[in-house]
């Protein structure tokens, strides 16, 4: 089945420690989305990539990092910078022309403690 | 910039009744306009999109939008809710430019009573 796999569901993590989540898509779409999600604030843009080996920052990329070395690949650092990191993080996948519907993941709901 | 307000945080309609959620965007040019929904927990799935052409959008789930310019208005709509119809529900619109970025609004929860 073709879609968006996200891992781990729930993370769990200490203060001051980065935290990596994954996401993966065999959709064989070119354009990949980072968004936090945050109760009442909708989705904020974290990073997206339009392509392999380029990625822009996105609205709230403070504190955040990203890599983009396969297509299929798309994964996000939690750093210690970010100032407050509980929130629930949702990966998507398009094509990458504007106006294409974006694909969404399941989701990482990551809790600092 | 480009910006989506949903005025509604929370609604609670009948199971059978009809349902309108409001969506209100800015935007200079014509928009792509999409509709999500998002099950507690889960990724987001998209019910509708209107890129150009006919007003009226269809969409899955039974759902519809209607692309109003002059009122700057894609609100969404379903004549006869079920109970499995609850859930959040995002309007997004694109960014513009070359690239696919969308910006969304807050959400609608909806709530579907017995």
């Known amino acids: 089945d073709g879609g968006i796999t996200q891992s781990p569901k729930y993370l769990f993590r200490k203060e001051g420690q980065n935290v990596t989540l994954s996401c993966e898509q065999n959709?064989?779409?070119?354009?990949m989305y980072w968004y936090r999600q945050d109760p009442g604030q909708g989705l904020r843009l974290i990073y997206y990539s339009q392509i392999v080996n380029d990625f822009q920052k996105g609205d709230i990329a403070e504190g955040y990092s990203v890599s983009r070395e396969k297509k299929e690949s798309f994964p996000l650092t939690v750093t210690s910078a970010q100032k407050n990191p509980t929130a629930f993080y949702l990966c998507?996948?398009?094509?990458?022309?504007?106006?294409?519907?974006?694909?969404f993941g399941p989701g990482t709901r990551l809790t600092v403690l | 910039a480009q910006s989506v307000t949903q005025p509604d945080i929370h609604i609670t309609v009948s199971e059978g009744a009809s349902l309108e959620l409001r969506c209100n965007y800015s935007?200079?040019?014509?928009?792509?306009l999409f509709w999500y929904v998002q099950s507690p927990g889960q990724g987001l799935q998209l019910l509708l999109k209107y890129f150009s052409g006919d007003t009226l959008v269809q969409g899955i789930k039974g759902f519809e939008a209607e692309f109003k310019r002059s009122q700057s208005s894609f609100n969404l709509r379903k004549p006869s809710v079920h109970w499995s119809d609850a859930a959040e529900y995002f309007c997004?619109?694109?960014?513009?430019?070359?690239?696919?970025?969308?910006?969304f609004g807050t959400g609608t929860l909806l709530a579907v009573q017995p």
């Open positions: 959709l064989n779409h070119d354009a």
């Open positions: 997004a619109v694109g960014a513009g430019g070359a690239t696919n970025k969308l910006i």
């Open positions: 998507a996948s398009s094509i990458g022309l504007a106006g294409d519907t974006q694909y």
């Open positions: 935007y200079g040019a014509t928009p792509y």
